[in-house]
C-alpha cells in the first residue's frame, strides 16, 4: 500500500511538471509567432522609409531643377540645360532595381512565414504536452 502511494506521488509529481513543460513551451511558441510579427512590422516599416527617401529625393531634385532652369533661364537662355552647382543629375540604372528589391522583400516575407510556421508548431506542441499532462491528473 506504501508503495502504490509513493509511486502516485511520484507520477503526480511527472504529471505537474509535464504540464509546466507543456505551458513553457507553449509560451515560447507564442513568444516566436510574436517576434515574427515584430519583424514583419520592421520590413514593412523599412520599405515605408526607403520609399519616403526616394519622395524626398525626387521633390528636392525637381526643387533645384526648378530653381537652375529659372536663374539659367534668367542670366544666360542659351546655357539653360546645363544643370547648378548643387543639383542632382539623375543617373539611370544605378541602385537596386525594382525586380532585386521585390526579390529581397519576398524573400524576407518567405523566410518569416517559416517562422511563424515554426513559432505556431511550437506553441501547438506545448499545448499538446500541458493537455495530455492535464488529463492524465484528473
Excluded: C
Aim: no cysteine; hydrophobic share 50%; glycine share 10%.
Amino acid at each position: 500500500m506504501a508503495g502504490e502511494h509513493s509511486a502516485d506521488r511520484s507520477a503526480r509529481a511527472l504529471d505537474i511538471a509535464g504540464g509546466i513543460v507543456g505551458i513553457l513551451v507553449f509560451i515560447a511558441g507564442i513568444a516566436m509567432i510574436i517576434m515574427v510579427f515584430t519583424w514583419v512590422r520592421g520590413v514593412f516599416d523599412d520599405v515605408d522609409e526607403q520609399v519616403q527617401q526616394v519622395r524626398i529625393a525626387r521633390e528636392a531634385h525637381a526643387r533645384a531643377q526648378t530653381r537652375a532652369e529659372t536663374a539659367a533661364t534668367a542670366t544666360d537662355p542659351v546655357d539653360a540645360a546645363a544643370p547648378a552647382d548643387g543639383s542632382v543629375v539623375a543617373r539611370p540604372y544605378e541602385g537596386p532595381t525594382i525586380a532585386y528589391v521585390g526579390v529581397t522583400i519576398a524573400l524576407k516575407m518567405l523566410g518569416l512565414l517559416v517562422l511563424g510556421w515554426l513559432g505556431a508548431l511550437v506553441a501547438s506542441r506545448g499545448a499538446q504536452l500541458a493537455g495530455a499532462h492535464r488529463g492524465k491528473r484528473e
